[in-house]
Nanobody, 122 residues
Framework: QVQLVESGGDLVQPGGSLNLTCVGSADISEYNSIGWFRQAPGKEREVVSLINKYGDQTYYADSVKRRFTISKDNAKNTVYLQMNSLEPEDTAIYYC???????????????WGQGTQVTVVT
């Protein structure tokens, strides 16, 4: 088991940047998929970005490509999400999740953090 704790959410203006951090309580390198989901008010939770256990393969939702960058440091059991050019549509609670399968399907992720709020407003 691993506990995941997110941080870095904040209120920013459009065009701004944030760097989210997810720290695991145990070795995260054993999880084939780890990364970020988000849930906006009144909407379903959706995948944002994922990274594999070795850190050499990534996935991005179309809506965040070329704006967000995911990375990880297995030695620190930490996953990052650098978010640039933020838009009001990025407003959501961002969740870190880990799963042993190589997948983007939310149901296959076994461990979830409590989430961190990102708000993008003028």
């Amino acid at each position: 088991q691993v506990q995941l704790v997110e941080s870095g959410g904040d209120l920013v203006q459009p065009g701004g940047s944030l760097n989210l951090t997810c720290v695991g309580s145990a070795d995260i390198s054993e999880y084939n998929s780890i990364g970020w989901f988000r849930q906006a008010p009144g909407k379903e939770r959706e995948v944002v970005s994922l990274i594999n256990k070795y850190g050499d393969q990534t996935y991005y939702a179309d809506s965040v490509k070329r704006r967000f960058t995911i990375s990880k440091d297995n030695a620190k059991n930490t996953v990052y999400l650098q978010m640039n050019s933020l838009e009001p549509e990025d407003t959501a609670i961002y969740y870190c999740a880990a799963g042993r399968r190589r997948t983007t399907y939310m149901g296959d992720f076994d461990y979830w953090g409590q989430g961190t709020q990102v708000t993008v407003v003028t």
